[in-house]
T-cell receptor, first 112, second 113 residues
Framework: GQQVMQIPQYQHVQEGEDFTTYCNSSTTLSNIQWYKQRPGGHPVFLIQLVKSGEVKKQKRLTFQFGEAKKNSSLHITATQTTDVGTYFCAEPSMNRDDKIIFGKGTRLHILP | DTGVSQNPRHKITKRGQNVTFRCDPISEHNRLYWYRQTLGQGPEFLTYFQNEAQLEKSRLLSDRFSAERPKGSFSTLEIQRTEQGDSAMYLC???????????FGPGTRLTVL
């Protein structure tokens, strides 16, 4: 079945350090979404990227969509304890655009 | 609270019993999705609805699983003859047609003893 590759699986950073997670697909995507799940919580939508080479920022978070629309990244500048959680990318299903497939996520742990 | 709600939040059952979960989506959302999530994994798609029509059911889902959305509002997910491998968090999400953003409920945590 369709799989979304996301790396790394885990990341421990000191508070104040930067963090990046990467998402790769074998196919050209129409869009990609990012979600955040806090420990014990449910996934919360962060953003959707649609255009080739698109870069979007939300405060300390920077999202990029690759030129070939096959990969994406999420970069957090100067991490804070509130950034703790698992970050998932999600890509549209190959057979139905209104259905999304989640990656395994990158779990971010902040060391104080 | 106008978000997605799920009941119950926790369910402990014995192997072989049937369980039913309910999801109430955001009222104006006509798309409703069910996912299963286990520890360290992303949400795994189970099935989804547009209004009352079930559009797709995962091939990974056995015949013990069934979902309904009879009036195009709330949905129920039933698992018959539960097995220990069914233990997971069952998440519901809803969205508007044409909008990809999905809004998730808090989930129902199922434990099968």
């Amino acid at each position: 079945g369709q799989q979304v590759m996301q790396i790394p699986q885990y990341q421990h950073v000191q508070e104040g350090e930067d963090f990046t997670t990467y998402c790769n697909s074998s196919t050209t995507l129409s869009n990609i979404q990012w979600y955040k799940q806090r420990p014990g919580g449910h996934p919360v939508f962060l953003i959707q990227l649609v255009k080739s080479g698109e870069v979007k920022k939300q405060k300390r978070l920077t999202f990029q969509f690759g030129e070939a629309k096959k990969n994406s990244s999420l970069h957090i500048t100067a991490t804070q304890t509130t950034d703790v959680g698992t970050y998932f990318c999600a890509e549209p299903s190959m057979n139905r655009d209104d259905k999304i497939i989640f990656g395994k996520g990158t779990r971010l742990h902040i060391l104080p | 609270d106008t978000g997605v709600s799920q009941n119950p939040r926790h369910k402990i059952t014995k192997r072989g019993q049937n369980v039913t979960f309910r999801c109430d989506p955001i009222s104006e959302h006509n798309r409703l999705y069910w996912y299963r999530q286990t520890l360290g994994q992303g949400p795994e798609f189970l099935t989804y609805f547009q209004n009352e029509a079930q559009l797709e059911k995962s091939r990974l889902l056995s015949d013990r699983f069934s979902a309904e959305r009879p009036k195009g509002s709330f949905s129920t997910l039933e698992i018959q003859r539960t097995e220990q491998g069914d233990s997971a968090m069952y998440l519901c999400a809803s969205s508007k047609q044409g909008v990809h953003e999905q809004f998730f409920g808090p989930g129902t945590r199922l434990t099968v003893l």
